[in-house]
């Protein structure tokens, strides 16, 4: 007992990670969206209302109070900026959806290349994801949401609920926990890379258009080394304002699902554990067994975005994933 006692403080004493005493505030601003507080500084807002096609968190905060995730289509691109992409309006910051899911029997609004109906772009005839009840608590926020098609059709139920901690060394945490349920239909995950658990960083942190660098939770580095791969977790860093920083995003080992990743040297990166052969995922390649819900079933996944101070080395990114497991 004493051998594991020091061990766990030798992880997370000695390295400098785990839980802080900070105070956290989570404060619902009106029906549209719920703030988070750091020791009384903003941290992030998640927004919730009836106008988004999804919630998102916006922004995220690094510990000094610097923005990491990109701000367009929230806010227009400033001139003279070193943020000037405007694509991909639906990568709004943070997110969790699918490109494609369907309900059994029913009937949706067709849409080139789906098979169901799609959460994750916002063109064309789109699904939303609508919450119908929210509940700010100390350190958390649970929303009850119905995933809907474009003529507004119940596709999947969701009880989604995101915690917030602060870390030692200047790591924070941000934990999603869902349990995605299926109606009186049976419910198909379908197969696409366009999903699910994602984020956007800026530009200035983005591998093809800034000096960032994508890092798998194996060390390497780089797109063609990340994309598709099943992963636990991957880092995004980069300098912003002249200090480097980043965000990982982390798979919990228990989930039933094992993770690949959809990873762009533009800046976008997204855990996605429903792609299969069709997504083109190297990890996947031949396998054709679809996630599927029967009616009244339910599935829980758990994600969580790490923010850290310097790369994935020097911001210790290894011990920030021990920490979220041990929660």
Known sequence: MARFSFLVLFAFGFLGVGSTKAEVKVTAEG??????????KLFTRLYIGPKVAKPYLWPINSSEGVPLTR?????????????KTTDHKHQKSAWFCHGDVRAEGVETPKKKGIDGV?????????????????????????????????????????????RILEGKGG???????????????????EDTKEGAFGIRVRDVMAENKGKGKLTSSEGKTREPNIWGRLL???????EVDGKEAGLTVMADPKNPLKTCWHARAYGLL???????????????RGNKDLVKLKAGESLKLRYAILIHPGDAETGKVAQGYEWFKGL
Do not use: C
């Open 171 to 189: 790591q924070r945490l941000i934990v999603m926990d869902t349990v995605l349920k299926a109606g009186e239909n049976n419910v198909t995950f």
């Open 71 to 83: 701000a367009w289509p929230m806010e227009p691109v400033k001139p003279g900026s070193a943020e």
């Open 31 to 40: 029906t549209d969206s719920i703030r988070f507080d750091i020791d009384g």
């Open 232 to 238: 636990d977790w991957v880092d995004y860093s980069g």
């Open 270 to 284: 997204a855990a996605n554990p429903f792609g299969r052969a069709k997504s083109g995922f190297p990890a996947m």
């Open 118 to 162: 799609d959460f994750w772009s916002e063109d064309g005839p789109h699904g939303k994801i609508r919450v119908t009840s929210s509940k700010a608590e100390s350190d958390s926020a649970t929303l009850e949401l119905d995933w809907l098609s474009a003529d507004d059709k119940k596709i999947l139920g969701e009880t989604r609920t995101y």
